[in-house]
């Protein structure tokens, strides 16, 4: 079985801030890892996926994660936060096998951005 | 412009009274999901579908029912078995395979 849990429901930072949002899974076998991010009732958008190419995976506005094997993490970083990022982020998993196509997501976490 | 529509932005539905959410795609993928969304819980996965005529019960798939007749459309019906129909509706596609998905912009489903 395939999951992916988000530590922390809420992240608190102020604009200009470093940004880091948690995230470990739990596969048997190689997954394909993605971070999507959703503005208020509105649908899902990627930021970024990890494919097993490079462990470092670089996505839209500045956000990046690092694929790391040995602490099963894939956590989403921005160096500084804008106001614009204040949004609800969603890690994913597909790992394929009897769930190829599935994700299973984590329970999100919500980012207030403080002036 | 090719992308992911959903139809209607917010649905009302009285007791006992099925509804049905629209999806359609010009993205020519094959495969479509439906997920509902509950604040604090994620996605959870109600359907999905790898291939036209074919689809399979994803985690929460009791008091719904879908259909792929054609490529670019899969309804989601929510039946009056389904007693707690409040929720956000989003559907995805994706090429097949453990691709990207891609979402629209989701349907509200309120009880009257």
Redesign the interface.
């Known amino acids: 079985a395939q999951s992916v849990t988000q530590l922390g429901?809420h992240v608190s930072v102020s604009e200009g801030a470093l940004v880091l949002l948690r995230c470990n899974y739990s596969s048997s076998v190689p997954p394909?890892l993605?971070w999507?991010v959703q503005y208020p009732?509105?649908?899902?958008?990627?930021l970024l996926?990890y494919?097993s190419a490079a462990t470092l995976v670089k996505g839209i506005n500045g956000f990046e994660a690092e694929f790391k094997k040995s602490e099963t993490s894939f956590h989403l970083t921005k160096p500084s936060a804008h106001m614009s990022d204040a949004a609800e982020y969603?890690c994913a998993i597909?790992a394929?096998g009897t769930s190829?196509?599935?994700?299973?997501?984590?329970?999100?976490t919500i980012l207030t951005v403080h002036p | 412009d090719g992308g992911?529509t959903?139809s209607p932005k917010y649905l009302f539905r009285k007791e006992g009274q099925n509804v049905t959410l629209s999806c359609e795609q010009n993205l020519n993928h094959d495969?479509m999901?439906w997920?509902r969304q509950d604040p604090?819980?994620?996605?959870?996965?109600i359907y999905?579908s790898?291939i036209v005529n074919d689809f399979q019960k994803?985690d929460i798939a009791e008091g719904y029912s879908v259909s792929r007749e054609k490529k670019e459309s899969f309804p989601l019906t929510v039946t009056s078995a389904q007693k707690n129909p409040t929720a956000?509706y989003?559907c995805?596609s994706?090429e097949?395979?453990?691709?990207?998905?891609?979402?629209?912009?989701?349907t509200?489903l309120l009880v009257l």
């Not at chain 1, 190829?100 to 999100?108: D, P, R, S």
């Not at chain 2, 604090?40 to 996965?45: A, F, M, N, P």
């Not at chain 2, 097949?96 to 989701?106: C, L």
């Open positions: 429901s394909y993605f999507y009732n509105q649908g899902l958008q990627l996926k494919t969603f597909n394929g190829y196509g599935k994700l299973t997501f984590g329970q999100g | 992911i959903q495969a999901y997920y604090g819980q994620g996605l959870r996965l999905y790898q994803g956000f989003l995805a994706s097949r395979g453990p691709a990207t998905q891609y979402f629209g912009p989701g509200r």
